[in-house]
């Protein structure tokens, strides 16, 4: 058992970390508009939590800074997966839910894609399963297309439209700062905004690198999402900008389709200054420090 899991009362509570699009290339667009991706994704060591506990039906309570923001209906994403893995399983099972929401909704950083996979993974536990890995990598990829990124708990290099996953080696921890800008953007209108020609895939091998160095090869590739986004949400320049003039930063990006941009920073203690100074200044953003993880 990792330390992203634990048994608690007869349940089990499951990490839910964000991800973060290290970066991001579209390299193409299938016929049915969906988008052909190449991005290193990773996780970070803060995210909402996922408690489930036996119970005869399915049941979902959302609490955390972030519950205003999110219905706990069937459409909720937890209750999608929680009733998938029931079908894909065929057992009748229920379980009381709890999410802990402490990531920001519709954001960029997977909190939904990490709840659903949080939920698949602690119910396998619950309902003592282990369904078919493939069936398990479908059902995540139809309730989106970073639920099988978020269930593969390690850091990988995505392809297709996020259902080709190839390990990362390991990443360096580097300290980080996370900034939202309080703006949503939707998915689908920021990738409708992306113009012009697609990039070319450019995943790299030589990433048991210093923080440096990391920086410098994030540095050589982008976020082609971020110009849209930027321009649907000038909120999302202005705190890239912000993150830029934060001492000892090393690189500044928007992670996914935004609004939610990072910060890698040379060492955790001006990471943490960094963070505070964010936050003094615009007290509304909701800004966290944390580092970089490539497993849970
Ligand atoms: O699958 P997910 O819910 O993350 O995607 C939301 C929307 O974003 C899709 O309906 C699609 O419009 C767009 N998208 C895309 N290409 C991807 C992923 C998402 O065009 N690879």
Known sequence: ??????????????????????YLHVTGKRDDGYHLLDSLMAFVDFGDIIEVSPAGSLSLVISGPFAAGLEAGPDNLVLKAASGLQKLAG?????????????PVASGIGG?????????????KLWQISPNSNKLLELALELGADVPVCLSSTAVFVSGIGETLIPAETLPQVPMVLVNPGVAVSTPTVFKARLGAFSSANPFTNNKASFELLAELLAERNNDLMAPAISLAPEIGDALSLISSCQSNLLSRMSGTGAT????????????????????????????????????
């Open 261 to 296: 941009c990072f910060g890698l920073f040379s060492d955790q203690a001006s990471a943490g200054a960094a963070a505070e100074k964010l936050q003094k200044l615009i007290p509304l953003w909701w800004v966290q420090e944390t580092k970089l993880i490539s497993q849970y």
């Open 112 to 124: 939904g894609s990490a709840d659903a996979a949080a939920t698949l993974k602690a119910l396998c």
């Open 91 to 103: 057992v009748t099972y229920g379980a009381s839910i709890t999410l802990q929401k402490n990531l």
């Open 1 to 22: 058992m990792s330390g992203s899991e634990m048994v608690s009362q007869g349940g089990y509570t499951q990490f839910a970390p964000a991800k973060i699009n290290l």
